[in-house]
């Protein structure tokens, strides 16, 4: 995948401990950051502070005192540029969806959207959200699903926006 920004790319710390395996899922989880996003990232010269906002959420994670998490929850990120953030990865299960049973059902992909600022999907982002599905089916064996975090747990997650597009069947724009 061309658009692919690489863990070594982005400069992403190893995981406190080994990922768990995950040879299959049924599909994908979308998800958003919920909280501010800064309204002008989209521009397209803004590129450069993507990265680094990837690293501040796997630092996040990583000291998150209630989770646990081993390293980024998601399996991957997408910026309002459309490049696709290698997260924990494909075949490996995510920390995102909310238990072990949830994670072993679906990959994560968090879009760089919020609750405020930054909140409608551009269709760059759109057709990067589609590129990370797409490499979780070629290279995790993802299964056709592409729904919200909210279903299945209680949560606004991924946001009003993102989710009307999720239930209009996830179109590539
Ligand atoms: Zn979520
Ligand atoms: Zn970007």
């Known amino acids: 995948m061309e658009n692919l920004v690489t863990r070594a790319e982005w400069g992403a710390l190893p995981p406190s401990q080994q990922w768990r395996a995950l040879p299959r899922a049924l599909g994908v989880k979308i998800h958003y950051e919920g909280r501010e996003v800064p309204a002008d990232l989209a521009r397209p010269d803004q590129h450069h502070r993507c990265a680094a906002r990837v690293r501040e959420?796997?630092?996040m994670h990583l000291a998150d005192p209630v989770q646990g998490w081993i390293d980024i929850a998601y399996n991957a990120l997408v910026c309002p540029h459309g490049r696709v953030f290698e997260g924990r990865g494909a075949r490996r299960e995510s920390g995102a969806n909310g238990d072990r049973r949830?994670?072993?059902?679906?990959?994560?992909?968090?879009?760089m959207l919020g609750d405020s600022g930054l909140t409608e999907p551009g269709p760059a982002l759109l057709h990067g959200l589609c590129d990370a599905v797409d490499w979780l089916r070629e290279r995790g064996a993802a299964g056709p699903q592409v729904v919200g975090h909210r279903d299945g747990r209680d949560t606004d997650c991924p946001g009003e926006p993102l989710y009307r597009w999720i239930l209009a069947g996830a179109p590539r724009p």
Do not use: E, P, T
């Open 57 to 59: 959420i796997q630092a």
């Open 102 to 111: 949830l994670n072993r059902a679906h990959y994560a992909v968090c879009a």
